[in-house]
């Protein structure tokens, strides 16, 4: 598995998480209200961590660190697919790595 990503691959996971909140419609109905709470977070909080001034010069972001901000957001195994999204640009990356998830 691997330990780092590059910029070009951080600003994939971006991207995937922009279009998670795209693809995800604000709904009155609380389950889909929570689904686009969580992508507007996860999106939010990769952005925050991509673009601060520590981080904004590393060619290289440790992949586990930026997953455990991913998967904070992530409570339920039926949530589990906005994870997959995110990353789906890595291969063998696994949300249970990071997190424990619940039924």
Known sequence: MQKTISSAKMLQVINNAQQQVTDCMYEGHPAGSAYFR?????LSDLLTYFYSYENSYKAQHSLKHVASIV????????EQHMFNAVFAN???INILDYTYLNN
């Open 71 to 78: 998967a904070q957001h992530i409570t339920y195994y039926d």
């Open 38 to 42: 969580i992508t507007a977070l996860i």
């Open 90 to 92: 890595i291969k063998n």
